[in-house]
């Protein structure tokens, strides 16, 4: 069974970074393209960034280029999500999930296991 444990939620303010994490298990994580979602209330979930599964490829929305960074480490089976400058705007539970797949996808509809989410509040 494929376990995703997303951390490093929390509440911060306006201009500060966070750096999220994703532990994988149950499963060969370098198989795995990865990606990172979020979803603010009465919003829909949203791709702010993928990986290939050597980590030599990475995907980002444009509005969110230079801010975000998305890495892997397959030794450790976790991929991280490191967030700068964050804004009121990136408020949202922030989720992680999982493919098998030779290509990044960014859809959330084709990745086949997510973790539980993490909450990442930015105040003003």
């Known amino acids: 069974q494929v376990q995703l444990v997303e951390s490093g939620g929390g509440l911060v303010q306006a201009g500060d970074s966070l750096r999220l994490s994703c532990v994988v298990s149950?499963?060969?994580?370098?198989?795995?393209?990865m990606g990172w979602f979020r979803q603010a209330p009465g919003k829909e979930r949203d791709v702010v960034a993928a990986?290939?599964?050597?980590?030599?490829?990475?995907y980002y929305p444009d509005a969110l280029k230079g801010r975000f960074t998305i890495s892997r480490d397959n030794a450790k089976n976790t991929v991280y999500l490191q967030m700068n400058s964050l804004q009121p705007e990136d408020t949202a539970v922030y989720y992680c999930?999982?493919?098998?797949?030779?290509?990044?996808?960014?859809?959330?509809?084709?990745?086949?296991?997510w973790g539980q989410g993490t909450q990442v509040t930015v105040s003003s």
């Open positions: 999930a999982a493919r098998t797949s030779a290509n990044i996808v960014l859809r959330t509809t084709l990745y086949n296991y």
């Open positions: 149950g499963s060969t994580f370098s198989t795995y393209v």
């Open positions: 990986i290939s599964r050597g980590g030599g490829t990475t």
